[in-house]
């Protein structure tokens, strides 16, 4: 699978501010790291689509997605206010009507990374079910 690296001054930068704001239902995702003791965070926008919620990986086979792999759970919320959810990877072959509507939720600033990454299989998603706090 592949992966669209960021450009520096979007990890430093952007993703940073993003996770801090709420424009464009930018959610902040917390997961545990494979190799580390601090947590991950990534700014992504979460979808809801028929009673289910919804992450996708716009950039491809990215080092959250492993990490959510591995833990099997995340935290997702805004502005410090977090929820627990076991994440399930949805299979490629069931991926085709979330991406649509992702796509359409998350507008113009993701379609270069379907240029570069056009397949479903591209696109790692999870399905987000609550979890009860442990």
Known sequence: MAYVKPPGRVTKIFNRLAMRS?????????VARRN???PQRVPVIPLE???SLY???TRGESDWV???RAAGRVRLGQKGNFE???ATEVPAAERDDILT???DKAGREVNGYWKKLP?????????LTLHPQT
């Open 22 to 30: 709420t424009l464009w239902d930018v959610h902040t995702l917390e």
């Open 36 to 38: 580390a003791v601090n």
């Open 49 to 51: 689509l028929e009673d």
């Open 55 to 57: 992450v996708v990986s």
């Open 66 to 68: 492993k990490n959510v």
């Open 84 to 86: 627990t959810y076991a």
């Open 101 to 103: 509507a992702y796509r």
């Open 119 to 127: 397949g479903a299989h591209d696109h790692p998603t999870f399905k």
